[in-house]
């Protein structure tokens, strides 16, 4: 299994990126998918999840009302869409995959880092 996550870079405060994770060897749309981050001297933190349907998605607060997940079973690819960033944001953000009704999250990406400059 494969999880590879691409599109961090370098952006002003108050802009947009968007982050994506394509995954191979796994059958992809029963899986839930998870966004964490991780910046420079903390824990990793949960951003957000989608569930295998797509039906459903949740949202740290730190994120909520400005990051939007999203899941194309056809594409093995999810998508995290971060708007209105924050310096706080700045981190390496991971993808995770875990099976539909599992609480554990299996595969991990490597993460891309995104940096939000003041």
């Known amino acids: 299994v494969q999880l590879q996550a691409s599109g961090g870079g370098l952006v002003q405060a108050g802009g947009s990126l968007s982050v994506s994770c394509a995954a191979s060897g796994l059958t992809f749309s029963y899986y839930d998918m998870g966004w964490f981050r991780q910046a420079p001297g903390k824990e990793r933190e949960f951003v957000s999840r989608?569930?295998?349907?797509?039906?459903?998605?949740f949202y740290a607060d730190s994120v909520k009302g400005r990051f939007t997940v999203s899941k194309d079973n056809a594409k093995n690819t999810t998508y995290l869409q971060m708007n209105s960033l924050k310096p706080e944001d700045t981190a390496v953000y991971y993808c995770?995959?875990?099976?539909?009704?599992?609480?554990?999250?299996?595969?991990w990406g490597q993460g891309t880092l995104v940096t939000v400059s003041s």
């Open positions: 995770a995959a875990k099976n539909r009704g599992s609480s554990v999250y299996n595969y």
């Open positions: 989608i569930t295998w349907t797509g039906a459903s998605t």
